[in-house]
């Protein structure tokens, strides 16, 4: 570490410590002091043994600032974002208390709070310990409070579901959506599987959301929420199976692809989607066999024939559809039948990346034998 940042350093926790009466000037240090954090790995390890971690957290906890406490918070986050040990030390049930206070404190400022969710995102991100204590300290149970009363059911959309999302909607939404990658973090990296039930509570009214027709916003954050939470789990499997999720995805994804026709722009979206659908019946027989129903794979296959400029994006749809063809003869059926394969041969012209090409051969292998039994029998 520079000389330079360690006298940054020592001038800003000097003045976080000795501008009491300023809460202007304390917010501007915390600011810069969690700038120089960001970019200095080595900031957070003489922060923590200057004793300026504690002391960070101790004005979080006690300024009648809530300014001052947003830019705290705002600085632990980064800390523990960056630095391991910073994370462990702030790892203590009274940290996980005073987030539990604030999250569930009605007069708590939206902006604290969602700066409350992310400080309780990273102690909880690849960290076993930092999951059980927001477990255990009711932050999940807040957090899931706060994930359904914020949830954007009651925002205008289009038909296409698009919406502007300004003034308070904008600050709530934005809540939600710390909230969500907060549980997350609660729940998966590691995997948590009592954490990822007690999230599956949350799925009738996620799946009454997606029905609904939600923002196209919030599609990303909740596809990502139910990765977190479904994955490798079959009771979350089978709990979003039976809330009718994989059928209120179906939807969203045959919207997204009806989009991304005229809008490229709603491509990654749609990859997510389908991407969401596949672990949400991973290794799972009767989920196989509703994606089967849905006929979900042909529709991924009508997403592949559109012109995905992202080679990775069509390598992700690949990926799904010889994940789902593998583990159901079914599906691989009705790849075979939806034209599939000639699909994925022209995708091939279009994509010239060996990982791309690997993956589509093996494909091509293991359907091209049923792909001749069914040309028999329909010129038999």
């Known amino acids: 570490m520079s000389s330079e940042a360690v006298s940054s350093l020592t001038v800003l926790l000097g003045c976080i410590k000795t501008q009491k009466d300023c809460p202007q000037a304390q917010k501007q240090a915390l600011v810069a002091l969690a700038h120089l954090c960001m970019e200095n790995g080595e900031a957070c390890e003489r922060l923590e ?10 004005l979080a906890v006690f300024t009648k600032h809530l300014e ?6 705002y600085t632990l986050s980064c800390a523990a974002q960056i630095n391991r040990a910073c994370q462990s030390k702030l790892c203590i049930p ?3 208390a005073f987030l539990q206070s604030k999250l569930s404190d009605q007069h708590s400022l939206p902006e604290v709070k969602r700066t409350a969710a992310f400080l309780a995102n990273c102690l909880a991100s690849n960290n076993r310990e930092g999951q059980r204590l927001a477990r255990e300290r009711q932050c999940m149970v807040t957090m899931i409070q706060l994930f359904l009363s914020s949830l954007p059911l009651t925002y205008a959309t289009n038909p296409t ?8 909607q904008d600050q709530a939404f934005e809540l939600w959506t710390a909230v969500t990658n907060g549980l997350a973090a609660c729940v998966n990296n590691p995997q948590n599987e009592e954490n990822q039930y ?14 609904d ?10 596809c990502y929420y139910l990765g977190m939470v479904i994955s490798n789990n079959k009771r979350t499997q089978k709990r979003w199976m039976l809330a009718g999720g994989l059928q209120a995805l179906m939807a969203v994804l045959q919207r997204m692809v009806e989009q991304a026709q005229d809008d490229p722009t709603s491509m990654p979206l749609a990859v997510q989607v389908a991407v969401t659908l596949d672990s949400c019946v991973a290794d799972n027989a009767l989920g196989l066999q509703l994606i089967h129903q849905l006929k979900a794979v042909p529709l991924m296959v009508q997403l592949l024939s559109l012109n995905l400029q992202d080679s990775q994006l069509q390598l992700q749809v690949l990926l799904t559809i010889l994940h789902l063809t593998e583990m159901n003869k079914d599906i691989q059926h009705q790849l075979v039948s939806a034209g599939g ?7 091939m012209a279009r994509n010239q990346s060996a990982e791309y090409n690997k993956a589509a051969t093996y494909l091509l292998k293991t359907c091209v034998h049923l792909g001749q039994q069914i040309h028999k029998f329909a010129i038999g």
Request: aromatic share 4%.
């Open 68 to 73: 001052v406490q947003q830019a705290a918070l």
């Open 94 to 96: 009274q940290v996980f």
């Open 198 to 211: 007690l999230c599956s509570g949350t799925f009738a009214p996620v799946v009454k959301l997606l029905t």
């Open 341 to 347: 394969l000639s699909v994925v041969l022209h995708s």
């Open 213 to 222: 027709g939600c923002i196209s916003q919030a599609v990303r954050p909740i």
């Open 49 to 58: 043994d200057k004793g300026g971690l504690m002391s960070i957290l101790h």
């Open 161 to 168: 579901g698009q919406s502007q999302l300004d003034g308070p």
